[in-house]
């Protein structure tokens, strides 16, 4: 681990003790340094904005009352990821009973691929987006979730395993096919591992 990352770490673990101590300011930072992260996730699980809203303040609301029974998290952001992914599935599941709809009615990874970097010359854009296009096509729903949780997110195998709760090995065989998929292509045909990288990370 790096000083940087150790630092971090280090500086998050304080945050948390504060907190659970009862510091507003600690559950503040916790919450302005995770909440659009976890929007971003829910809206790509599903595309209703009030109820990824309403999940993620539930979360929110849910370690608030019960931080003194909530154990220390190694990574909060993983912490909050899994508590986000448990609460949209009850809630759906209760929409579920309500409406009556079916038993296989779960939440499929969705995404609208977009460009960050700024910088970037605008063919080279064009390029990327065309390549993006072609991923969403090519990948399974789930193939999509775990490469979003991996490249963009940096969760390692584990810690996806638990978030969608499957096999720690299945995680590493869906990236593996997923990368061989994309690599069938033929618009990938010319794209390094370098770029492939960065490409994953605009997921």
Known sequence: ????????QEESEETWV?????????FTSIYNLNVDALFSYGMKLNPNKNFVKD????????IYEH??????????KFYLFKALKRSMFRELKKE???SSLPENENMS????????????????????QKLVAT?????????????YLRFTKGFN?????EIIDINHNSVRKQVYRAIKKLRKNLVLDNVTNSNMYSLLMTL
């Open 1 to 8: 681990m790096s000083i940087t990352k150790e630092t971090i």
């Open 18 to 26: 504060k907190f659970v101590d009862g510091d507003k300011k600690a």
């Open 55 to 62: 999940c993620v303040q539930d979360v929110f609301l849910d």
């Open 67 to 76: 931080r003194k029974q909530i154990s220390r998290p190694k990574n909060i």
């Open 96 to 98: 579920r009973k309500k």
């Open 109 to 128: 990874f969705f995404t609208t691929y977009n460009i960050e970097t700024k910088t970037i010359d605008k063919e080279v854009e064009k390029q990327q």
């Open 135 to 147: 991923i969403t096509k090519e990948l399974t729903s789930k193939q999509q979730e775990i490469l």
């Open 157 to 161: 195998y584990i810690e996806i395993s």
